[in-house]
């Protein structure tokens, strides 16, 4: 399902929700930058238990960094920080152009759990999407694990809807207990 319209979006990112204070910026492989990152996944060990079975790994960061879809270059990944002020407080991985020339799929957006409820998400999926639609992206695709479900009302609330496919997902890397499966819904700017 695919769900498109105008009136829609300006409910979901009219000015009232929006947060001034919320800025994104693709983050180097620097190690200021890897160091703040690496902080930002730390503190956030909810999703990491949810999804990988594990609490957060000390190489979480770097992972971020180089997992990439089959057949994709990095010239294609853009791994953001999530700012309030100088302070990161969350990050983002998007892949341009993927699956298809006029769509990217998000691989996470996470806030650190000390910043989570106050709007911070959604700032930087509107940020976000503006950056996309620089590309003449006109679908951003993700898949929530299911033992992650409880956040699919968020992605509704942006506007998102379930497109039906369920694929098969296996954490691999560290300890989990068995095969989950992801929910990717697709969104149209
Ligand atoms: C999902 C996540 C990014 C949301 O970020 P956030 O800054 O807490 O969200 P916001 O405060 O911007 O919330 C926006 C709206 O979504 C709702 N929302 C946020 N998290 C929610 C949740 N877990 N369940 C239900 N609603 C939620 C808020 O209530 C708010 O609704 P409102 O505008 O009607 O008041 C954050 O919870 C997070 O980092 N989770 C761990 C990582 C993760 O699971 N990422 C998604 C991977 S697919």
Redesign the pocket.
């Known amino acids: 399902m695919i769900r498109t319209g105008c009136p829609f979006i300006e409910t979901h990112f009219g000015p009232a929700m929006t947060r001034e204070d919320v800025a994104i910026r693709v983050l180097s492989c620097d190690p200021a930058d890897m160091g703040a990152l690496q902080h930002v996944l730390e503190h956030?060990p909810g999703?990491a238990e949810r999804v990988t079975g594990a609490p957060p790994g000390a190489a979480d960061a770097q992972s971020t960094f180089t997992v990439l879809p089959e057949g994709k270059s990095y010239e294609d990944k853009f791994v953001f920080g999530i700012f309030t002020g100088k302070e990161m407080v969350?990050c983002i991985d998007l892949i341009r152009s993927y699956p298809t020339a006029n769509s990217a799929t998000l691989g996470?957006?996470?806030?650190a759990e000390q910043h989570?409820?106050?709007?911070?998400?959604?700032q930087a999926f509107t940020l976000l999407e503006q950056f996309a639609r620089g590309w003449g992206c006109e679908v951003i695709r993700?898949a929530?694990v299911m033992t992650?479900s409880?956040?699919i009302?968020?992605w509704r609330?942006l506007g998102f809807s379930e497109t039906g496919d369920m694929k098969p997902y296996t954490f691999v890397g560290r300890f989990w207990p068995g095969p989950g499966h992801g929910l990717p819904a697709q969104y149209v700017t």
């Open positions: 956030a999703y969350g996470l957006l996470l806030v989570q409820g106050v709007g911070i998400g959604r993700l929530v992650n409880e956040v009302s968020f609330k």
